[in-house]
């Protein structure tokens, strides 16, 4: 009995494509909870007129989206590992493993990018080279990472892959974005407060705190609502925006890099 094996260089274009597929699953799966209204606000007054807006969750996240969100990370991951991988193999005609390995320094990267490739495999050396998939940071207390660099995103992919394979799924939960201050007519103009934390929230915890002391809430009358997100957590270096366009950013740099190695690398 006989199998066929599939060419190589359809692999990472088959992985990507199916995180497109698993992006989109959890992108209707978010609508549908959204769209069910899930979350409610209590307002609690302290006896000395204190007011604290506190997170009432009505429907819990699915747990199953830490495992699309799981399964999109997998895929895009593996995509490059294949790139890499095929494009080591046809330059040097052998079996070999040529793994894309991703760092979070400079230094490392130099040092160590190549270990085992061998002097036979120059063009996929020099794709990676041009490449550079070590971490950029611009802030040396490391705050969020600017997706806006793509060696960030993927070393952001690498951290979210090496927790899902080797350590927890990755959670998927609430964040409260910003409250929105009306104050009521005579009471002067609505604004908006940063809410008191950007991790992911549990049930009764205190998403912002009114004081009747700060001028510009003394003596007023107004009313307040709250926005949500639903994001990614558990690692560091994530960006504070919503855990679907996380992934989306990830899988469009993903897709590129592929893209351009089926140009480059697989003619």
Request: net charge positive; glycine share 8%; aromatic share 8%.
């Amino acid at each position: 009995m006989s199998s066929v094996e599939p060419d190589p260089r359809l692999g990472p274009r088959a992985k990507i494509e199916r995180a497109k597929e698993h992006l989109a699953d959890l992108k209707l799966e978010i609508g549908g909870f959204i769209a069910g209204d899930p979350y409610k606000f209590r307002v609690h007054d302290d006896p000395d007129g204190t007011r604290h807006l506190i997170l009432e969750s009505r429907k819990p996240i699915p747990l199953r989206w830490s495992a699309i969100v799981g399964d999109i990370v997998h895929n895009s991951r593996s995509a490059l590992d294949l790139l890499v991988t095929c494009s080591g193999r046809l330059e040097t005609e052998s079996d070999k493993e040529f793994p894309f390995r991703i760092f979070r320094k400079r230094t490392d990267f130099e040092k160590k990018a190549f270990e085992g490739f061998g002097n036979h495999c120059p063009r996929t050396i020099r794709f990676l080279k041009l490449l550079k998939p070590y971490e950029r940071l611009h802030d040396t207390k490391r705050p969020s990472a600017d997706l806006g660099h793509h060696a960030n995103t993927i070393f952001l992919l690498k951290t979210l892959s090496n927790r899902d394979k080797h350590e927890l799924i990755i959670p998927v939960g609430t964040v409260a974005g910003r409250a929105i201050v009306t104050p009521k007519p005579g009471f002067g103009e609505p604004f908006e407060l940063l809410a008191q934390s950007t991790s992911l929230m549990c049930e009764g915890e205190i998403v912002i705190t009114i004081s009747p002391f700060d001028p510009l809430f003394a003596n007023k009358d107004f009313n307040t609502q709250v926005t949500t997100s639903i994001c990614l957590g558990g690692v560091e270096g994530l960006p504070f925006i919503g855990a679907h366009s996380v992934l989306a950013h990830i899988v469009k740099i993903v897709d590129r890099i592929v893209g351009i190695a089926e140009r480059r690398l697989f003619r």
